[in-house]
């Protein structure tokens, strides 16, 4: 049975850019019922006149988010260096922005599937809005993540890996699977962060992402591609995305080069294949961008980078510090390393 969203603007619709599917964006869908592909959002854009929350609302398909103080993070300069400091949002992680609209749009128990960050961050969202979530997660993610998610009211399901905790999710049948890598209210959260950085920064020519299911990058493509239609920019700023070593879907089908080994320390883009994965490729070469590959030892060498600054940032964010900064160029710092500072003593000593 069709479950009816709440809290969705009128005029909004699902569209699907592999097969051209469209309807209504009345009840809940995350993929297309046609040919399976992802979805997308389509409705009136208002042009905002300033970075805040009113006016940001013009640019969102829902009427209000839950609002647990997500979002207008700080673009800092560090040496050379310009830092969007994105793990300074309540759970410390970007993903707070896709809850904030994600998890506001329905009545029932959330499902999803979560190495460590969405879950905290769902968790964090749906009891905000009053309704259950689970979460299922690989056995090893981190241990203070899992524990977040617990303190927070989510039931944590631990499977062998990662793979399997999607497997598990998507086969639940006691909730609503809302998988962030597939569902389209979460890139209308994190498309703000290109919308901030329009009023940010003085010039914008670059941005360095960590790359896993990409819906950071997928997010900021949208924020600019609207920013464009609405004369608010020119250009898109060019995307420098970086995948895990091993993990590495997009690089490939880029440049149709294999990689060899395989990263084990940044577990937030140590993912299967994206199931948007012809929109990432489409969004980089759209840019003029590139993918760039991470393993352990860039990590460590990040971390150090990052320390540095004196910023302590985890794992999966400290890829970025692989790509040496230029003028124009900003790196998403995607999350706080105070959630697993156990890991990065393990790792640094």
Known sequence: MPLNLINVKKGVKYSCSKC???????????????????????????????ATSRELMKVLPVRRTINLGEGYTPLIRRGEYGLKMEGLNPTGSFKDRGWSIA???????????????????????????????????PYNASPSKKALMRFLG???????????????????????????????????GTKLIAYELLY?????????????NGTLLLGLYRGFQEMI?????????????????GFCFAFS????????????????????????????????????????????????AGL????SLGLIVEPTSAVVFMV???????????????KTADIIHRILN
């Open 20 to 50: 051209g599917f469209t309807t209504p964006a009345m009840t809940w869908m995350w993929k297309c019922p046609r040919c399976g592909h992802p979805l997308d959002l389509e409705f009136d854009v208002e042009k905002p006149r300033a």
């Open 103 to 137: 998890a506001s749009i329905i009545e029932a128990m959330l499902v999803e599937d979560s190495s460590g960050n969405a879950g905290v961050s769902l968790s964090a969202y749906s009891r905000g809005a009053g309704i259950r979530a689970r979460i299922y997660v």
């Open 154 to 188: 989510s039931e944590v399901v631990e499977t062998a890996d990662r793979s399997e905790a999607a497997a598990a999710a998507l086969n639940d049948r006691d909730g609503v699977y809302v998988g962030h890598s597939w569902n389209p209210f979460f890139l209308e």
């Open 200 to 212: 940010q920064a003085k010039t914008l020519e670059s941005i360095v992402v960590p790359l896993g």
């Open 229 to 245: 239609k609405e004369g608010l920019i020119k250009d898109m700023p060019r995307f420098i995305a970086v995948e895990a070593q």
């Open 253 to 300: 089908e880029l440049t149709g080069q294999r990689c060899d080994g395989k990263a084990t320390l940044p577990e937030g883009i140590m993912v299967g294949k994206p199931p948007r994965l012809d929109q990432i490729i489409n969004a980089v070469k759209e840019s003029g961008g590139e993918i760039r590959l991470a393993g352990d030892s860039d990590v460590i």
């Open 304 to 307: 150090r980078v990052a320390a």
């Open 324 to 338: 040496k900064p230029v003028p124009g160029m900003v790196h998403i710092i995607t999350g706080t390393g105070l």
